[in-house]
């Protein structure tokens, strides 16, 4: 901190001429820091902007993509069946008896206190031998051993009373082909047929889900599945049964039909995005008066006003929403612009045209959300979107503005440093004058004085 001479010589209040001075000097700095917080506030409103647009194009893309909204829904007329649609999937129905739930194998053995043979033992399952070594003739080891060597097939130990126990084998997945045994010897043994089937009860048999197609008449089919999920009886769609039909008479129905909810929904949704974006650049175009305090009025402009690349944005979304599809107006599918400058979804209308001709429907959302995509794309893509090149100019600025600030401070500080300096001067001056001007006047009363008679 400075040594402060206000007032030494001259009675002058320095400190505060100093500071009324650099305020004067400090206004071209001052207006580049209000440059900074509004090119600050315009990068964010823009980067808020373009994220928006960017998830537009994202999405829409996928709407425009063949097939998109070929959207079905799956009912079933009973509990004991299941089915979930898929892609590829087409409207239709298919009446399904289920016979039998795939299951898997479950069997024990006679109660043990240990394992019979430490030797080797071999799995066979789904008619694969898989040969396992043991430690020793614990059951603990044995579980462990089998438990370990991946087959398929885990052994739990089970207590049984009177310090006996039996080992239970189950397989780990359903479906015939998981039925297993449990021999005694090597792989080879097995091969050559002199191996040992050890003696175990099945208390579940491996079996494959069993459903019947067309049942009770000439061209009843009967179709199996490994697990309780058909994934090829219809195309697009995977059918899951839960129980066994309590009545093989009476068949469950699975209906496939067309979503019209959910391509409705795609419409709809991607008009309600296109709208929020107008919303938002319509908001940050508009221009605030307000009054001050003083009474005057204050007018304050969005960070989007007069904009031109954004108001150029804004036309080629609701262009390539709202220009006709083959000669057809979107209008005529519940898409339709309004005077605001917005557009309006109408869902009876767009119901009502899906159900009349549901191709062509379809067909212009998907047209409307590829025109959509790739006009947002233009505006939002990382490297060459409008506005992403705005951002980057905007962001330019922003570094040049601060270095222009970082300048001023140099520059201030060294005006500051002088003005101090030449006040401090002055001061040093008018008080050696002061001090000088004492002295003569010092000197002027110590001379003799002269009278006339």
């Known amino acids: 901190m400075g040594i402060s001479l206000d007032g030494l010589a001259s009675g002058l209040d320095t400190t505060t001429l100093i500071s009324s001075l650099m305020q004067v000097e400090s206004v071209p700095q001052n207006l580049l820091k209000a440059k900074v917080t509004q090119t600050q506030s315009t990068v964010s409103a823009l980067q808020g902007l373009n994220t928006q647009i960017a998830d537009l194009a994202a999405s829409t893309k996928k709407t425009a993509v063949p097939a998109a909204l070929d959207l079905y829904t799956a009912s079933s007329s009973a509990g004991n069946v299941k089915a979930t649609v898929g892609t590829g999937a087409t409207a239709g129905s298919l009446d399904i008896v289920v016979s039998k739930l795939a299951a898997s194998q479950i069997s024990v053995s006679a109660p043990l206190t240990s394992w019979p043979d430490s030797g080797p033992l071999t799995l066979v399952v789904g008619g694969v031998a898989k040969e396992i070594t043991l430690k020793s003739s614990s059951l603990d080891d044995v579980a462990s051993a089998i438990n370990s060597a991946g087959t398929g097939v885990t052994a739990t130990k089970v207590a049984v009373g009177d310090g006996t126990y ?150 080629k979304l609701l262009a390539a929403a709202s220009q006709p599809i083959d000669g057809r107006s979107p209008s005529e599918f519940g898409i339709s612009i309004t005077k605001s400058g917005n557009l309006t979804f109408d869902p009876a209308k767009f119901t009502t045209a899906l159900g009349n001709d549901p191709e062509a429907t379809k067909a212009a959302v998907a047209t409307i959300a590829a025109r959509v995509s790739a006009a947002a794309t233009q505006a939002s893509d990382p490297y060459t979107g409008l506005i992403t090149t705005k951002i980057t100019g905007q962001q330019a600025d922003l570094k040049d503005f601060n270095n222009s600030i970082a300048d001023w401070d140099d520059r201030l500080a060294t005006r500051e440093a002088s003005l101090k300096k030449t006040y401090a001067a002055m001061e040093v001056a008018l008080s050696s004058i002061k001090s000088q001007g004492d002295w003569l006047s010092s000197q002027l009363a110590g001379l003799p004085t002269s009278s006339n008679s």
């Open 166 to 315: 039996r080992m239970q084998f189950s397989s780990t997945t359903t479906g015939s082909a998981a039925a297993f045994t449990v021999q005694q010897g090597t792989a080879a043994a097995v091969a050559a047929g002199t191996a040992t089937q050890l003696p175990t009860t099945t208390t579940r048999t491996a079996q494959d889900a069993q459903v019947t197609l067309w049942a009770n008449s000439a061209a009843q089919q009967v179709v199996t599945s490994k697990s309780n999920t058909f994934s090829d009886l219809l195309p697009g769609v995977a059918v899951t049964v839960n129980a066994v039909s309590t009545d093989a008479a009476v068949p469950t129905t699975v209906t496939i039909s067309r979503d019209d909810n959910a391509i409705s929904s795609a419409a709809s949704g991607m008009v309600s995005t296109l709208n929020n974006i107008f919303a938002v650049i319509a908001n940050r175009s508009s221009v605030t008066n307000s009054t001050s305090a003083t009474g005057a009025t204050t007018v304050t402009a969005g960070a989007f006003t007069g904009d031109s690349t954004i108001r150029d944005v804004s036309q």
